[in-house]
């Protein structure tokens, strides 16, 4: 069975600091990780994946994540943030022959104060 | 692309009534899936299709709850007898898939339903 933690359920940062959230994954076949961000009263938005390859990924608006097989994790960072960087986090794991159904961690509310 | 779509976006019913949502992928995905989303929670996992054929159904999804594609296109998700447990934002997504590796999920808006 696969399961996502992410560590913090909330975190404060001031505008234009560097922030990340944290993610680890238990999982008994090869995983593609994802971050998913969601806004007030919308659906998911993709920010990036790892699905084989450097372990370094880049995602849309400035963010990237890490993939550590050995510590099982898949952080998110961002050396700047932005107010509308305000939202919810979500990270995600599918798995081999899973039909691609993604076991989602329970968020992390980013809240970015000027 | 237009994304995915969904219908309606905002449900309010009576304990004991049957709804139905709608949830329209983008065009060319070959598979669908459903997501339930309580408040303070991430997505869970309800059911996914591969074209037409639904090829897996979670434990969450009671006799209560029915899921369609009957064309390969559309889905549509059926709940009988609301209970307040019911309460939620309902998701859809859609992704290329096939084999070992599914693409990544295009998520609709969803459908909140809150049961009273």
């Known amino acids: 069975a696969q399961s996502v933690t992410q560590l913090d359920s909330q975190v404060p940062v001031f505008e234009e600091a560097p922030v990340e959230l944290r993610c680890n994954y238990s999982?008994?076949?090869?995983?593609?990780l994802f971050w998913y961000v969601q806004y007030p009263n919308q659906g998911l938005q993709l920010l990036l994946k790892y699905l084989s390859g450097s372990t370094l990924v880049k995602g849309i608006n400035g963010f990237e994540a890490e993939f550590n097989k050995s510590q099982t994790s898949f952080h998110l960072r961002k050396p700047s943030v932005h107010i509308s960087d305000t939202a919810e986090y979500f990270c995600?794991?599918?798995?081999?022959?899973?039909?691609?159904?993604?076991?989602f961690g329970q968020g992390t509310e980013l809240s970015v104060k000027p | 692309d237009t994304g995915v779509s969904q219908d309606p976006r905002h449900k309010i019913t009576k304990r004991g009534q049957n709804v139905t949502f709608r949830c329209d992928p983008i065009s060319e995905h070959n598979r669908l899936y459903w997501y339930r989303q309580t408040l303070g929670q991430g997505p869970e996992f309800l059911t996914y299709?591969?074209?037409?054929?639904?090829?897996?159904k979670s434990r969450l999804l009671s006799d209560r709850f029915s899921a369609e594609r009957p064309k390969g296109s559309f889905s549509t998700l059926e709940i009988q007898r609301t209970e307040q447990g019911d309460s939620a934002m309902y998701l859809c997504?859609?992704?290329?898939?096939?084999?070992?590796?599914?693409?990544?999920?295009?998520f609709g808006p969803g459908t909140r339903l809150t049961v009273t």
């Open positions: 997504a859609s992704s290329l898939g096939g084999g070992r590796v599914s693409y990544e999920q295009y």
């Open positions: 995600a794991v599918s798995g081999d022959n899973q039909g691609g159904k993604l076991i």
């Open positions: 299709f591969q074209n037409e054929a639904q090829l897996e």
């Open positions: 999982s008994s076949v090869s995983v593609y």
